[in-house]
């Protein structure tokens, strides 16, 4: 760990804990397993840092192989609170994972993608809590996209989203430092492929000419600027699922291609799945939200820390969590502290 990190005792082990453990992530069984330091006393000082997502961004700026092919990702996750009726930042709301409204804590990540290698990098990320500092999600979206641009400066030519981005402000903003976006709207969103001859339609009800299957077509959609218009592509996912995918890019004039576009969002899902599995960042049970946003800010340092091994070694990060009791088991097999004994 470097920069403000490295000076504190106590996160460095407790982020080393978070990658050792198999299934328990709780400060209970952490200082079950640490000598001199007792639970109260990790609770205060959980509860006295202050770990940003500054400090993840200092963790991974050197790890990552940059792209002007970059892809910039947006997307939310729920870290899935639904026994809990205390802890702070927890609130009821929509889960992709779930299909559903759980009980949960809401985090805003952005995702750096390489399209050349596929690998990718966790670059940023807010804490949905519009109770405590009036943020909504898309806010969130604009300040880190803005954070990308200006402070972080990575180079990257696309924005990919999911269809909850997909506003106006934010597809705006995206054309307005050049950079090109690649998100579906719903199928209840109005808009015009007449040239103002029809009423706005809800996209679901345009016809398709052949053509425009392969190639796309030009729309306006309602609210936007007077000349304003994107291309849209109808992309089937699979048998039972299109998307209906809008670009500021024009000149693109292939749905198959506009469909691999978008396959790349799939890489920040592939990240929240790997978050969840190998850090046990909904594993945190302490109430107080500072605490709870520290063990989030820790879970990405360790998910980080982890992928770089994983990128290096040409494994995955499954097979590096789970190959932490390869030599735990040679030696009890060897040596078994408890033996089997048969009649």
Known sequence: MVGEIGRQNLIPQYCQYLLSSQIN???TNFADHIEGISHDVINRQLGKEKITPKVVWENVKNKIVVSENGCIIFDDSVMDKRYSNKIELVRRQYSGNEHGVVKGIGVVNCVYVNPDTRQFWIIDFRI???GGDGQSKLKHVEEMLNG????KKLPFREVLMDSWYAEKNIMLLIDSI???FYCPLKKNRLVDDSGGVEKYKNIEKLGWSEIEKKEGKLVKIKKFPGDYKVKLFRVIVSKDKTEYVATNDI??????????KCGIRW???EFHRELKQTTGVEGCECRKQRIQRNHIACCMLVWVTLKDYAYKCKKTIYQLKKGLLHNYLINELKNPRISVCLA
């Open 25 to 27: 992530y709780t400060l």
């Open 128 to 130: 949905y809590d519009p």
């Open 267 to 269: 890489k920040i899902e």
């Open 148 to 151: 990308v641009v200006f402070q």
């Open 251 to 260: 000149s693109q004039c292939s749905t198959n291609a506009t469909k691999d």
């Open 178 to 180: 050049n950079k090109r």
